[in-house]
């Protein structure tokens, strides 16, 4: 089992739909939760990250974080065309410098026009 | 600031060949990174450094990957001899003092391997 899972999709929506994307986990360690997003031919960009449990949001974007679940999830409000992109979440393993990150697979969005 | 810096872009070989990556982080990122990442899975992290230290190697195929970071600032991934199964793109990231979480990854170098 790995210790992080995402379904790879592809997830296509209309423009202005809520997307939801998703990761489940297998190490109660983890302590910190981020979502990158990365466009095609790009390396990945912080979109926001999380600390233990609760939610979080930024503009259109919303992370939430349900420990006893072992669940992260993403939710995007209004999509929009360039919100296309592979979205990646990702767990720190450790602390301080020596943490390191572990990657889900990433989930492939497309916003329809 | 100036981003993650990472050349060549692109690097065509024959298997048994050898090729070498180059990473420049952001000025006062002492952690840097070396992730590989194959078409359709998310980056898997090969070396860790703080300053030019190794923190963890544990999933570079030694036999074959070597990288160092000598004066604690650049760093130059290599692989020799190359094998089909390397062809990914190689992104080099970087993070402050303390901020494992908040990695700036370079556009990566993309390596076909024939």
């Known amino acids: 089992q790995k210790e992080v899972e995402q379904d790879p999709g592809p997830l296509s929506v209309p423009e202005g739909a809520i997307v939801s994307l998703n990761c489940t986990y297998s190490?109660?360690?983890?302590?910190?939760f981020m979502w990158y997003r990365q466009y095609s031919r790009k390396g990945p960009e912080l979109l926001m990250y999380?600390?233990?449990?609760g939610n979080k949001e930024d503009g259109r974007f919303t992370a939430q974080v349900d420990k006893s679940s072992k669940y992260i999830s993403l939710f995007i409000r209004d999509s929009q065309p360039s919100d296309s992109a592979t979205y990646l979440c990702?767990?720190?393993?450790?602390?301080?410098?020596?943490?390191?990150?572990?990657f889900g697979q990433g989930t492939t969005l497309q916003v329809k026009p | 600031e100036a981003g993650v810096a990472q050349s060549p872009r692109y690097k065509i070989i024959e298997k048994r060949q050898s090729v070498a990556f180059w990473c420049n982080p952001i000025?006062?990122?002492?952690?840097l990174y070396w992730y590989q990442q194959i078409l359709g899975q998310g980056p898997k992290l090969l070396i860790q450094?703080?300053?030019?230290?190794?923190?963890?190697d544990s999933q570079l195929p030694k036999d074959r990957f070597s990288a160092e970071r000598l004066k604690g600032v650049d760093s130059t991934l290599k692989i020799q001899p190359a094998k089909l199964e390397d062809s990914a793109v190689y992104l080099c990231?970087?993070?402050?003092?303390?901020?494992?979480?908040?990695?700036?990854f370079g556009a990566g170098s993309r390596l076909t391997v024939l």
């Open positions: 990231a970087s993070s402050r003092p303390g901020g494992a979480n908040v990695l700036t």
């Open positions: 450094f703080q300053n030019n230290g190794v923190v963890d």
């Open positions: 190490n109660s360690a983890f302590q910190y």
């Open positions: 999380t600390y233990s449990s």
């Open positions: 990702a767990m720190l393993h450790g602390s301080g410098n020596t943490g390191k990150l572990i």
């Open positions: 000025s006062g990122h002492a952690t």
